[in-house]
């Protein structure tokens, strides 16, 4: 357990709508990523980020943006959400010194 | 880039079976491969790593891979299905800024 939470939990919106997704750790540690889950897809990364201010972006980074202006938190912006976000999506974290990452418990959004 | 292909996205076998779970990859540099499981309405968990050392690694719950440059392949197996190891499984390679490239999942179905 990397102590990370997402919230909120599950959410659902209309098109068109702004929506910020959360992720909170407790440990400082410093690689941080959004990924939205997909059958079919597998996992795909959203937008990553090491360190404070420090982002990039990811495979699927279109109509995505994020923010980390504090070590412990990762927020993902849906600017205008449209349907085909409709997604799971997971936030990770890598710790320091190693390769693997450590998921959090997802956030089911639904974009009617 | 680096890249992963599983084989098989709907995967059946009977309580007692051997698990074979397929992996093949694609990399220009010596990968780093893991094995994820996720069970239903849950995050994704780490079953196995390689990362260069041994070509045989053990993971948590009986699960085991086996790492063939030659074949480019990362196989996931386990000996005996448990009707606990019912979920899905993915396989992944490390790429840039320690972010992960998953394949798309493969569903393991545990027969009675």
């Known amino acids: 357990d990397a102590g990370i939470t997402q919230s909120p939990r599950h959410k659902v919106t209309e098109t068109g709508t702004p929506v910020t997704l959360r992720c909170h750790q407790t440990?400082?540690?410093?690689?941080m990523y959004w990924y939205r889950q997909d059958p079919g897809h597998g996992l795909r990364l959203i937008h990553y980020s090491y360190g404070v201010k420090d982002t990039d972006k990811g495979e699927v980074s279109d109509g995505y943006s994020v923010s980390r202006s504090k070590t412990e938190d990762f927020l993902l912006t849906l600017e205008s959400a449209t349907s085909s976000q409709t997604s799971v999506y997971f936030c990770?974290?890598?710790?320091?010194?190693?390769?693997?990452?450590?998921f959090g418990p997802g956030t089911r959004l639904t974009v009617l | 880039a680096q890249s992963v292909t599983q084989l098989g996205s709907h995967v059946s076998v009977s309580e007692g079976a051997l698990v074979l779970l397929r992996c093949n990859y694609s990399?220009?540099?010596?990968?780093?491969l893991f094995w994820y499981v996720q069970y239903p309405n849950q995050g994704l968990q780490l079953l196995l790593k390689?990362?260069?050392?041994?070509?045989l690694v053990k993971g948590i719950n009986g699960f085991e891979a086996e790492f063939k440059k030659s074949e480019t392949s990362f196989h996931l197996t386990k000996p005996s299905a448990h009707m606990s190891d019912a979920a899905e499984y993915f396989c992944?390679?490390?790429?840039?800024?320690?972010?992960?490239?998953f394949g798309s999942g493969t569903r393991l179905q545990v027969q009675p």
């Open positions: 440990e400082n540690h410093r690689y």
């Open positions: 992944a390679v490390k790429g840039g800024r320690r972010a992960l490239t």
């Open positions: 990399s220009s540099v010596p990968p780093y």
């Open positions: 390689y990362t260069s050392a041994a070509t």
């Open positions: 990770a974290i890598t710790k320091q010194g190693g390769d693997e990452q450590f």
